[in-house]
């Protein structure tokens, strides 16, 4: 999905994963967060139920390096 100006939209989100110690990574999502249901596809195409996460969980749970990945590759 992209914005108004061309450029990709998307959201990071905490969302339970239990790759990480935390039990929480930070995914990104297409759209916006706004937008969201209950359960989406990340950049990296894993699908995650999505809920509010709390204000630790975005500082503890570390971000997804394959999302990372794949939103710098569509930007070139």
Sequence with gaps: MTGTNGQLRYHWLPVVDDSSSYGLVR?????????AGTSGKSFCGDLFAIAEP???????????????SELKAMKG
Excluded: V, Y
């Design 27 to 35: 995914h990104a999502f297409s759209g916006r967060r706004i937008d």
């Design 54 to 68: 709390s204000e630790m969980d975005w500082i503890r749970a570390p971000s997804c390096q394959r999302c990372n």
